[in-house]
């Protein structure tokens, strides 16, 4: 088994975990020369792509899911207030109409000019 002689070892032996002697923190012998703070004291931030788990930016699919449930959530509240407040407002209207409309079969309104 020669670990060293290859550049990308499979998947199974990227893996080994190692104790660093100088901060006593593990890292992965596999890719990495040493733990975090040695890289970060080494200056060698590139090592490799586990190097960035850790700063990854938060889930921006996530987030835009969950405003959109919300957004869907909301619109649909004000759409039920304004169907009630539709059908409130219009049985109001037609119970003040009601007179009104009999005034008009009476012919309250025949004092007012033919528009013709
Ligand atoms: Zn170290």
């Known amino acids: 088994m020669d670990s060293k002689g290859t550049s990308e070892p499979p998947p199974e032996a990227s893996v080994r975990i190692e104790v660093c002697e100088k901060h006593g923190l593990r890292f992965n012998a596999a890719t990495e020369d040493g733990c975090a703070r040695c890289r970060t004291e080494t200056g060698e931030r590139a090592m490799g792509p ?67």
């Open 50 to 116: 586990r190097g960035f788990v850790a700063q990854r930016p938060p889930d921006l699919g996530r987030s835009v899911l969950v405003a959109m449930l919300m957004i869907v959530g909301i619109g649909g509240s004000l759409f039920a207030a304004h169907r009630v407040a539709y059908n409130f407002g219009r049985a109001m209207i037609e119970e003040a109409m009601a007179p009104l409309e009999e005034d008009l079969e009476e012919g309250a309104f025949d004092e007012l000019p033919p528009s013709d």
